[in-house]
């Protein structure tokens, strides 16, 4: 089992910055693929970025100018840099951990970034 923890959600102005933390614990995967997906009201959880052990790092395409993804092994974290925020940001994101390929995915329980206009 792992767990996953997220934190750094809030409200922010558009145009601002939050970076959001993903705090990994349990029987972590050596080889693991550990990410960020988010879902806004109404819409389907889509992806935003993912990173690999071997840091090999994957956005959504919409994305990938304004949010980096990067790891932190010691601590078994993930952070979520989220720059030039828009109001269609506004979702919960969810931290998720899966075993490279395995399709099982374990997920965190959310956290609510809203940015207003």
């Known amino acids: 089992q792992v767990q996953l923890v997220e934190s750094g959600g809030g409200l922010v102005q558009a145009g601002g910055s939050l970076r959001l933390s993903c705090a990994a614990s349990?029987?972590?995967?050596?080889?693991?693929?550990m990410g960020w997906y988010r879902q806004a009201p109404g819409k389907q959880r889509e992806l935003v970025a993912t990173i690999t052990y071997a840091g090999r790092a994957n956005y959504a395409d919409s994305l990938e100018d304004r949010f980096t993804i990067s790891r932190d092994d010691a601590k078994s974290t993930v952070y979520l840099q989220m720059s030039s925020l828009k109001p269609e940001d506004t979702a919960i994101y969810y931290c998720?951990?899966?075993?490279?390929?395995?399709?099982?995915?374990?997920w965190g329980q959310g956290t609510q970034v809203t940015v207003s206009s």
């Open positions: 998720t951990i899966r075993e490279l390929y395995n399709s099982e995915a374990y």
């Open positions: 349990g029987n972590i995967f050596s080889r693991y693929v």
